[in-house]
């Protein structure tokens, strides 16, 4: 009876230390680190406030940009048909957006093809909202992420809104168990088709921003498709450094990881160090399980 006991202790203790681990280094933040991660046939248990609400910045760009390829398909759009960048489209002075630098006055076609690129690649904040308005706003996109049996997310504003009020980025959230329950559906039966698929994963594998967060720590040459969220920090306090991907095991299998930090008064290479570290520990536990 005792080597029974203990087969099914082993198991127990090892997804104790990764967690032990995890809130370790979650500590270094001096905020809030919400974690999750899933790895089909695989018990890692690995979260950490999974069903927290952190505001999710960017994240959401990548549900944005699955919604919007899903409509594509629907009405038969090419990804070459021009769309508007329209004056009501610009953003605030500083908001980050390379299209807004191209054009400050608006008033141009983009086709749909770079704006897409240009959200979920470059985390453009102008040419998110000219998607979210092509598709019909938040309410829709809220839909279209339920429709996949995600749960935990909810998106209210446009990117202009938030940037003229930073605290409505908090009703805008994304539960960390909820961000793995959408890669795993984009990787392991992507509502998309194959061709849009494979062109969403590599926006997020090309991403140059956020590198030194789930890539950070990770061995070089890794394959690692993800979308990250930042905001500002306003009086010491960064209310969201977030990213959330797929990282290639070398097996092939690909594990889904969303780290969320919240309200931290950590500096930034700090706040990315803790985000690369987790990732590392959860991928070196991932490499160990069968």
């Known amino acids: 009876?005792?080597?029974?006991?203990?087969?099914?202790?082993?198991?127990?203790?090892?997804?104790a230390r990764l967690e032990q681990k995890i809130q370790v280094i979650a500590a270094e933040a001096q905020g809030r680190v919400e974690v999750a991660c899933g790895l089909?046939?695989?018990?890692?248990?690995c979260d950490v406030q999974a069903h927290a609400r952190p505001p999710m910045q960017s994240v959401f760009k990548l549900p944005l940009a699955m919604a919007v390829l899903h409509l594509a398909e629907t009405k038969g759009w090419a990804l070459d048909r021009p769309e508007r960048f329209l004056a009501g489209d610009l953003?605030?002075?500083?908001?980050?957006?390379?299209?807004?630098?191209?054009?400050?006055?608006?008033?141009?076609?983009?086709?749909?093809?770079?704006?897409?690129?240009?959200?979920?690649?470059?985390?453009?904040?102008?040419?998110?909202?000219?998607?979210?308005?092509?598709?019909?706003?938040?309410?829709?996109?809220?839909?279209?992420?339920?429709s996949l049996g995600v749960e935990g997310f909810q998106q209210k504003d446009t990117e202009g809104a938030m940037h003229r009020d930073a605290q409505l980025q908090y009703r805008n959230w994304f539960e960390p168990a909820g961000a793995v329950q959408?890669?795993?559906?984009?990787?392991?039966?992507?509502?998309?088709?194959?061709?849009?698929?494979?062109?969403?994963?590599g926006w997020?594998?090309?991403?140059?921003?956020?590198?030194?967060?789930?890539?950070?720590?990770l061995p070089p040459g890794t394959?690692?498709?993800?979308?990250?969220?930042?905001?500002?920090?306003?009086?010491?306090v960064t209310a969201a450094t977030n990213d959330i991907g797929l990282?290639?095991?070398?097996?092939?299998?690909?594990?889904?990881?969303?780290?969320?930090?919240?309200?931290?008064?950590?500096?930034?290479?700090?706040?990315?160090?803790?985000?690369a570290r987790i990732a590392k520990v959860v991928y070196e536990t991932a490499l160990n399980k069968p």
């Open 1 to 15: 009876m005792g080597w029974l006991l203990l087969m099914v202790a082993a198991p127990l203790l090892g997804q």
């Open 40 to 45: 089909p046939g695989t018990a890692l248990d």
């Open 91 to 146: 953003l605030p002075k500083g908001s980050y957006s390379p299209l807004q630098d191209k054009y400050p006055q608006a008033g141009v076609d983009v086709p749909l093809r770079e704006l897409l690129r240009l959200a979920v690649s470059l985390s453009d904040n102008a040419a998110a909202d000219v998607l979210l308005r092509l598709l019909g706003g938040p309410a829709v996109l809220n839909d279209y992420v339920a």
């Open 182 to 201: 959408l890669l795993r559906r984009l990787q392991d039966r992507s509502p998309l088709d194959a061709e849009h698929t494979k062109l969403l994963l």
């Open 204 to 217: 997020m594998a090309a991403a140059p921003r956020g590198t030194g967060r789930i890539a950070g720590m």
């Open 223 to 236: 394959l690692v498709m993800h979308k990250t969220g930042s905001s500002d920090t306003l009086d010491g």
């Open 247 to 275: 990282i290639e095991l070398p097996d092939g299998r690909r594990l889904a990881l969303a780290v969320f930090v919240t309200d931290s008064r950590a500096d930034d290479k700090t706040r990315d160090a803790v985000i």
